[in-house]
């Protein structure tokens, strides 16, 4: 019983000299040693953890940024290729100007003159002088022209394509000469004319002959190729507003005028 007793009162010691701190659970030995020798038992009491929350903001923008960077990407890329083609165009469009600018233009110098005309029962004679020159900066090559006499107004356009596809032989044809020692063909030579910048050439076509009428038309095509081997086409319609049935050989020469609207040049 006395042992008992002790044991209480050494836990009444203990108590009354724990500080408040350590009552309240900051206390963080688990035991005191007192003068006398007891050991006093200390409660500890444990803080329930706050809960911590963590912001997500990165988390969240995250896919946003990706998004805006990949739309960034596709906008560059985009643009790059738009700024590309463009230099493209200009570029060809600039090359294309040039080609235009240097080239040689081959046209007709009106007026088309007829010099001869010799009106017969059912037929009438003439002859004429086509005047082409070369208003371009560079020679042109290949000059071949062909003509027409039409009468009715209806077959200008089709005697202008006829034109057109025998001068186009014409040009592209090339000729040989018969070698007869060595029973072979010898060199050959490109056929057509070579007009230079502001030169100008007359084509004489002699005794054309067509049936005979009041008003006639002479229409044709020039071929010719330019420095850079490139093909061209002249079309023309000349026609005369005079009965040619009544001239006499004093009304000439007669100079004829192009036909509104038949005549072209690429």
């Known amino acids: 019983m006395g042992i008992f007793i002790a044991y209480l009162m050494g836990i009444l010691t203990a108590l009354r000299a724990t500080k408040p ?6 206390q963080d030995k688990s035991s005191t040693e007192h003068n006398d020798g007891t050991v006093g038992i200390v409660r500890a009491e444990i803080a329930t953890p706050v809960p911590i ?3 997500n903001e990165p988390q969240e923008r995250h896919p946003k940024l990706q998004l805006a960077k ?5 906008i ?7 700024l590309a083609v463009i230099t493209v165009l200009q570029w060809r469009e600039a090359h294309r100007n040039f080609l235009i600018d240097e080239r040689a233009w081959v046209g007709i110098r009106h007026p088309t ?6 009106n017969g029962p059912q037929e009438s004679t003439i002859t004429y002088v086509v005047n082409l ?12 022209l062909t003509t027409n006499i039409v009468t009715d107004p209806q077959d200008i356009v089709s005697y202008i394509d006829a034109s057109c596809k025998e001068s186009n032989d014409g040009t592209n044809a090339i ?12 060199v050959g030579f490109v056929t057509g004319d070579t007009i230079f910048p502001t030169e100008e050439e007359g084509k ?28 061209h086409h002249t079309r023309f319609c000349d026609w005369s507003q005079i009965d040619i049935t009544k001239l006499s050989a004093s009304d000439l020469p007669l100079m004829i005028y192009p036909f509104f609207g038949a005549n072209d040049a690429d």
């Open 204 to 231: 004489w076509f002699y005794n054309i002959s067509f049936k005979r009428t009041g008003v006639l038309f002479i229409v044709g095509c020039a071929v010719y190729k330019d420095q850079f081997g490139t093909t």
């Open 133 to 144: 020159q070369n208003y371009g900066k560079s020679v042109a090559t290949r000059v071949w």
């Open 76 to 82: 560059g890329i985009s643009a790059a290729v738009v």
């Open 175 to 186: 000729l040989h000469t018969w070698n007869a020692d060595k029973a072979e063909k010898a």
């Open 113 to 118: 003159s007829i010099t001869v005309i010799s």
């Open 70 to 74: 990949t739309i960034a990407e596709i």
């Open 21 to 26: 701190d350590q009552a309240t659970g900051k």
């Open 53 to 55: 929350s963590v912001k």
